[in-house]
């Protein structure tokens, strides 16, 4: 089965209760908070929109299951034990239940489109309406719970006996009607439009350095530090490419390229590794007060950039690995954001470290490193405090909220530095090379 905001294929499962997938729906001007069977065609093209189509065996009792409400709520039904809450107990706490397995003018039952299980299979094709207040996340669960309390109308003990699943599904989820909400959860709303402004951004950003190069080649100061801040423009220029093709994909369909999306994770990792790595290099004084860094120091830089791009990249494998959308909100949420905030603050460490050292060695540029140290010691720790910031914030905020100010972090910094490398800036005024290159 296709995760995304568009589910579709097979799902074939032992298990009678089997979550599928979550979207969080945007809220609509209404007054009460309710999910309604039908449509009432254009008149309705704000409110959050669930078409359900499912081929399923004609013996089993089919159920499709909606829980909404905060990510805490969710989580309690979904990390219980069996011992705790079984198969049927799980249903009776559902907001929601469409049966399919009854034919109805707002369920019907239809001939699948498979010749070859016209025979043994139902199709049901339900569309359903979401109105809400506030912003909610909805997870859809596939149930298989057969209960027998049909055959005793006066009972008031509920037996369920449990099935396995098998259905086919072409669940559409969307939020309004444009490019960057129709597909995109309110926890995704806006992401699209902002990865187009920071892409833009970026070319003008890679356009700034070609002229500084130029300027910079002219007077024989192209150091090798104005190459490796090259190259990191140019991997985040490509992480944002990945990304923008993500985005339009998703935009257009409703399905995830997750091979995009890894891509889009390893430029980004490699872009901040090459930066961070240009800023150690920087504090350290290489071609600002020194022509070269200690064969030791070397030694550490390349230990400390290959242990940080792994840090990296285990955010990137993490959450393709382990990705579970019904635990974790996003790919911080896990032990992997740990891993990252640890090795951010320990490249902030070092980096205030060399700066201290190198500005106790060299007098001169006392007030260049402390400027220095105060800017870009800040930019190690942005992203550290955004992310455990988003944590007492609104789940549905959160991603948006890293993500935006991720970019912003890399953004400002490359910004920075672009001013600090361009000869006919004053702020090159206060980084004087340490010594020209050859012609």
């Not at 709520?73 to 979904?78: A, E, G, L, M, N």
């Amino acid at each position: 089965m296709s995760s995304s905001k568009r589910m579709t294929g097979r799902v074939f499962s032992a298990q009678s209760w089997l979550y599928t997938d979550r979207f969080c729906f945007y809220p609509a001007p209404v007054i009460s908070e309710t999910l309604e069977t039908g449509s009432n065609g254009d008149a309705d093209d704000n409110y959050g929109k669930i078409l359900l189509k499912t081929t399923f065996p004609k013996n089993h009792k089919l159920k499709i299951l909606f829980y909404w409400g905060s990510f805490s709520d969710w989580k309690t039904i979904y990390e219980a034990k069996h011992s705790e809450l079984s198969c049927g107990e799980r249903e009776e706490l559902a907001n929601f239940k469409v049966r399919l397995d009854q034919n109805s003018t707002t369920n019907p039952m239809l001939v699948p489109d498979d010749p070859s299980l016209q025979d043994t299979h139902h199709m049901a094709v339900t569309e359903h309406q979401f109105h809400a207040i506030t912003p909610y996340y909805f997870f859809i669960v596939l149930s298989n719970c057969d209960t027998y309390n049909d055959m005793y109308p006066d009972s008031n003990d509920y037996m369920y006996s449990q099935g396995h699943i098998d259905a086919t599904i072409d669940f559409l989820l969307t939020n309004g009607n444009t490019l960057d909400s129709k597909h995109f959860g309110a926890d995704e709303m806006g992401i699209f439009g902002m990865t187009i402004g920071f892409f833009l951004m970026q070319i003008f950003v890679l356009i700034g350095f070609s002229l500084v190069r130029i300027a910079l080649i002219n007077r024989r100061k192209f150091h090798f530090t104005v190459k490796i801040f090259g190259w990191a423009l140019v991997l985040q220029f490509m992480s944002l490419l990945m990304d923008l093709c993500y985005y339009s994909n998703y935009s257009t369909q409703g399905m995830a390229d997750e091979n995009l999306n890894i891509a889009a994770g390893i430029f980004s990792a490699l872009a901040e590794t090459v930066m961070v790595l240009l800023l150690i290099s920087l504090a350290k004084g290489w071609t600002v007060v020194r022509r070269k860094i200690s064969i030791a120091g070397r030694i550490k830089m390349a230990l400390f950039a290959t242990l940080y791009l792994m840090a990296s990249l285990t955010v990137v494998v993490w959450r393709t690995m382990t990705k579970d959308s019904a635990l974790q909100l996003y790919y911080f949420d896990s032990s992997a954001g740990w891993v990252y905030i640890g090795s951010r603050v320990t490249a902030f460490v070092w980096f205030l470290r060399c700066c201290r050292t190198t500005r106790k060695q060299f007098r001169k540029k006392l007030g260049f490193y402390t400027k220095f140290m105060f800017f870009f010691g800040t930019w190690f720790l942005l992203n550290p405090f955004i992310i455990v910031f988003c944590n007492y914030i609104g789940d549905w905020l959160r991603f948006k909220i890293v993500y935006c100010f991720m970019l912003i972090t890399m953004m400002s910094g490359q910004i920075a530095m672009l001013l600090m490398y361009n000869p006919t800036h004053q702020y090159n005024k206060s980084f004087p090379f340490h010594a020209m290159t050859s012609a």
